[in-house]
């Protein structure tokens, strides 16, 4: 069975720094692109980023660019983002979920974890 | 950035009813569209990939169709179960982009 833990998330100062993870299990996690997508409270879905099966290829929505960073250890089966200089609007759960290829553009995220939540308050 | 519209923001119906929910893409996205569900208090759920392949363990009363610019997602026979906020998702371009979401209440 497919799985995705997230972990991480917590309460941080605005202008802080955390480093989400994400424990997978049950697929080749080497073989399979690898995303985060935030949702802030009571609003809609929001792509973060991608990272292809080797960790070479990665990719941001553009107004996360510096200050988020996605990566991958497959020796681990982890994915992690660390996502620095924190504002308000950061505040959301954070997804990950497993791509059904890697970084093509058929198909679609097919399994996702529970959601870690950032909130960011003084 | 590509633009998914996503409409109607709400849609309320009775159980047994279909259900049909329209994603709008600001350029073409070819075929690579997904639909997502999300229910209350759960992460989302894959349903369409590709503007009309369903995902595994989908049942078959939910479908999609369309290409290019204009897409649309069919709920055969509604559930109470299928009360959920509905997603359409493309993948053509980066960065990938998710519509604003198409609530589907369950009377």
């Known amino acids: 069975e497919v799985q995705l833990l997230e972990s991480g998330g917590g309460l941080v100062q605005p202008g802080g720094s955390l480093r989400l993870s994400c424990a997978a299990s049950?697929?080749?996690?080497?073989?399979?692109?690898m995303t985060w997508v935030r949702q802030a409270p009571g609003k809609g879905l929001e792509w973060v980023s991608i990272i292809s099966g080797s960790g070479d290829t990665t990719h941001y929505a553009d107004s996360l660019k510096g200050r988020f960073t996605i990566s991958r250890d497959n020796s681990k089966n982890r994915l992690y983002l660390q996502v620095n200089s924190l504002r308000a609007e950061d505040a959301a759960v954070y997804y990950c979920?497993?791509?059904?290829?890697?970084?093509?553009?058929?198909?679609?995220?097919?399994?996702w974890g529970q959601g870690t939540l950032v909130t960011v308050s003084s | 950035e590509i633009v998914l519209t996503q409409s109607p923001a709400t849609l309320s119906l009775s159980p047994g009813e279909r259900a049909t929910l329209s994603c709008r893409a600001s350029?073409?996205?070819?075929?690579?569209l997904a639909w997502y569900q999300q229910k209350p208090g759960q992460a989302p759920r894959l349903l369409i990939y590709?503007?009309?392949n369903r995902a595994a363990g989908i049942p078959a009363r939910f479908s999609g169709s369309g290409s290019g610019t204009d897409f649309t997602l069919n709920i055969n026979g509604l559930e109470p179960e299928d009360l959920a906020v509905y997603y359409c998702q493309q993948r053509i371009n980066w960065p990938i982009t998710f519509g604003q979401g198409t609530r589907l209440v369950i009377k």
């Open positions: 350029q073409s996205v070819s075929d690579y």
């Open positions: 590709d503007a009309s």
């Open positions: 049950g697929f080749t996690f080497s073989s399979y692109a």
């Open positions: 979920a497993k791509d059904t290829g890697d970084i093509v553009a058929t198909g679609g995220f097919d399994c």
